[in-house]
C-alpha cells in the first residue's frame, strides 16, 4: 500500500464511506433485536388479546410478580443502602471479599442462585436446619420468592447505589462535618440527597430484575399458581400448554420493561425526584 | 477490508446461531463421530484396510422427552455402534415445547413423545411420518420418598395427610396430567375428598419429571409422584408402589420426521427402539416394553 499524500487527503467521501460500513455491520444487531421483538408483539396483539389478559391465571401471576418484587425491592432498599454507603465511605480488610460475594449475582446464571438458595435454606440447609426448628420452612413458599429475587436483584441496587455514594464530592461531607453536623446527619442531610439520582436508579433497576427473576424462583420456589407463580414462571409453563397466555404476559412484561427505561432515562436527564 | 472481514464475521455468527440454535446444547459435532468407526476398525482389521466410507458421517438428531434422558443416551450409543457412520445426537426436552419447535420449523429426524396428545397433533399436521408412529414404551407412576422418609408415609393414604409437602408435574405437561388421572382413580377406592386432600397439599407445580426427583433427594419435599422409570434411575429414593388397577400408564411414542434429510437412517433408528435390542435396554432401565 502507498503512503497517502496528506495534501490530498479529502475526509469528506472517505468518513462518509466509513460510517455506511460501521453503520451497516451494527444494523445487523439491531435487527437481530428488533425483528424478534417486533413478531412478538406482533402475534401477541391478536383478537384474542383481551381475553387472555382476563384470564385469572394471568391476573394471579401478574399480581404476584407486582407483590414479591416490589416487597423485594423493600428489603433491598432497607439492607442495601447502608451496605453501599459502607463501602463507598470507608475502606476495610476484606472489603474486596465483600465486593466480589456482591458482584458475582450480576454474572452468576440464575439457577445457579437457586440451587445455592435451596441448599442452604433447605431442610438440610446450614440455615435451613434452625429456621425448621422454628417451624419456618422457606422453600415453596412466596417468601422463597422474595428471597430468590433479593438474591439475584439486589447486587444491582447496591452497584447503582454505591457509585452514587463514592461521587459526592469529599469536600461537600467534610464541609458539614466542619459545621457540627453527625455521621447520621451527614448521611440523611447530604449523602443521600446528592446520590438520590443514582438510588432510585438503582431500585427501579433491581426493581426490574426482581420481576422479571426466573431460574432461581423456580428452583428455589417452585411453580405454585397464586403462591409462587411469577408472571416469568407464567410465561414458561403457558408456552407448554397456553401459548395466549404466555404472550399476553410476554406483551406485559415488554411493557413494562419499555417503562422502566423510559423511567430512568427521565432520572438521568436531571428531571428532579423526591 | 476489515470492513468486509468484520461483515462476513458478524453473518457467520448469524448463520450458525440460527442452524444451530435449537440443538446447540447437545448436537454432537460431526466429526466426533468418526473416532468411533475409527478406533473399533483397526482391532478388527489389523492390516489397516481403509475405512469402507470416506464420505461425511450422517449426524442425526433426535427429540426426546427428558424422562428418557439415560435410556436414549444408551439406545443411540448402541445404535452408533452398529451403525458406522451415523451419529445420534439427543435433544432432551418437554414434548410439547419440542412439539411447537417442531411446528416453528425445527427439523430433527426422529420425535419421541412423552404425550399421545403431541404426537399425534404432530402427525396431523404432517410433521411426522404418520403411518410410522407407534408406541415404544410405557411407564406407569410411582410415589418417591426421601431416603429417610421423614413425614413417615406408609400408604397412598397418607399423602392426603394434612401439613404434607408434595411435588407432583405441572397438569399441562404428561407428568402431571397423568398424576391427577391416577388421584381421580384413587378417590374412588380411598376416600370421596381424598384428590382434594392430595392437591392441598402440593407444595408445587415442578415443570418436568428431573426437578421432582432432585428436590426429592434433597429432602425438600416429602412425597413426589414421578415415572417407574425416573425411581429406578434414583435408587438411593425410598418408593410407595400404585397399584396397577389406580396406576395410569403413559405410552411413549416415537416417528420419523417429516422433513427429515435422512430419513433412511431415521427409519433405522426408529427401528434400532423397537427391535428386541432396543426394547430389552429401555425395559432395564425401568420402561415398560412397547407391546403390552
Not at chain 2, 450422517?58 to 436414549?72: G, M, N, Q
Request: with cysteine; aromatic share 6%.
Amino acid at each position: 500500500m502507498n503512503t497517502p499524500d496528506r495534501s490530498q487527503w479529502n475526509p469528506g467521501p472517505a468518513h462518509t464511506r466509513w460510517a455506511w460500513g460501521f453503520a451497516g455491520v451494527g444494523s445487523l444487531l439491531v435487527a437481530l433485536l428488533a425483528i424478534p421483538l417486533a413478531t412478538l408483539i406482533w402475534t401477541a396483539l391478536s383478537d384474542e388479546l383481551l381475553v387472555y389478559l382476563r384470564a385469572p391465571s394471568l391476573q394471579r401471576a401478574l399480581s404476584l410478580s407486582m407483590l414479591t418484587s416490589s416487597v423485594s425491592t423493600g428489603v433491598i432498599l432497607l439492607l442495601g443502602t447502608p451496605l453501599a454507603y459502607t463501602l463507598a465511605r470507608w475502606s476495610f480488610r476484606g472489603k474486596a471479599w465483600v465486593e466480589l460475594i456482591i458482584d458475582l449475582p450480576l454474572v452468576l446464571p440464575p439457577l445457579i442462585a437457586g440451587i445455592a438458595l435451596l441448599l442452604a435454606f433447605g431442610r438440610n440447609g446450614i440455615l435451613g436446619q434452625p429456621l425448621d426448628a422454628l417451624g419456618l420452612r422457606l422453600p415453596f413458599t412466596t417468601a422463597a420468592v422474595v428471597v430468590a429475587q433479593v438474591f439475584v436483584a439486589g447486587p444491582l441496587y447496591v452497584r447503582t447505589a454505591r457509585i452514587g455514594f463514592a461521587t459526592i464530592e469529599p469536600e461537600l461531607r467534610e464541609a458539614a462535618s466542619v459545621e457540627g453536623a453527625n455521621e447520621m446527619q451527614i448521611f440523611r442531610h447530604v449523602m443521600v440527597p446528592l446520590a438520590r439520582r443514582a438510588l432510585w436508579s438503582g431500585l427501579i433497576l433491581s426493581w426490574a430484575r426482581a420481576f422479571g427473576e426466573f431460574g432461581a424462583t423456580i428452583i428455589f420456589a417452585g411453580n405454585m399458581e397464586g403462591r409462587t407463580q411469577t408472571m416469568p414462571l407464567a410465561i414458561f409453563v403457558g408456552f407448554e400448554s397456553n401459548l395466549g397466555i404466555a404472550l399476553g404476559l410476554s406483551l406485559i412484561l415488554l411493557l413494562i420493561a419499555a417503562l422502566v427505561l423510559l423511567l430512568l432515562r427521565w432520572i438521568g436527564r436531571g428531571v428532579p425526584v423526591a | 477490508m476489515l470492513c468486509r472481514l468484520s461483515v462476513l464475521f458478524v453473518l457467520l455468527t448469524l448463520v450458525t446461531a440460527c442452524g444451530g440454535a435449537p440443538s446447540a446444547s447437545s448436537t454432537t459435532p460431526p466429526a466426533t463421530g468418526a473416532p468411533v468407526a475409527a478406533t473399533i476398525e483397526p482391532t478388527l482389521a489389523p492390516t489397516r484396510v481403509p475405512p469402507p466410507t470416506v464420505a461425511a458421517p450422517i449426524a442425526l438428531t433426535v427429540f426426546v422427552p427428558a424422562a428418557l434422558t439415560e435410556a436414549a443416551t444408551q439406545l443411540g450409543t448402541t445404535f452408533e455402534v452398529a451403525n458406522p457412520g451415523v451419529t445420534v445426537a439427543f435433544e432432551f426436552g418437554h414434548s410439547p415445547t419440542q412439539r411447537a419447535q417442531l411446528e416453528q420449523g425445527a427439523t430433527p429426524d426422529v420425535f419421541l413423545s412423552a404425550s399421545r396428545k403431541d404426537m399425534d397433533l404432530a402427525a396431523e399436521q404432517q410433521l411426522v411420518l404418520a403411518d410410522q408412529v407407534q408406541v415404544f414404551a410405557r411407564n406407569k407412576l410411582i410415589v418417591i420418598l426421601p431416603p429417610n422418609n421423614p413425614a413417615q408415609i406408609q400408604t397412598l393414604a397418607d399423602l392426603a395427610k394434612p401439613g404434607l409437602r408434595l411435588l407432583i408435574g405441572v397438569p399441562d405437561i404428561p407428568i402431571g396430567s397423568a398424576t391427577l388421572s391416577m388421584l381421580d382413580k384413587l378417590n374412588a377406592s380411598i376416600a370421596p375428598d381424598y384428590k382434594d386432600r392430595v392437591l392441598a397439599n402440593v407444595a408445587s407445580q415442578e415443570v418436568g419429571v428431573k426437578p421432582i426427583v432432585s428436590k426429592i433427594s434433597l429432602g425438600e419435599a416429602d412425597a413426589g409422584i414421578v415415572y417407574v422409570s425416573d425411581a429406578v434411575a434414583a435408587p438411593t429414593l425410598a418408593t410407595l408402589e400404585i397399584p396397577d388397577e389406580s396406576n395410569v400408564i403413559v405410552v411413549f411414542t416415537i416417528a420419523p420426521v417429516a422433513a427429515s434429510a435422512h430419513p433412511e437412517e431415521a427409519a433405522a433408528f426408529a427401528a434400532f427402539v423397537l427391535s428386541d435390542e432396543g426394547q430389552a435396554l429401555l425395559t432395564t432401565y425401568g420402561f415398560l416394553p412397547g407391546a403390552p
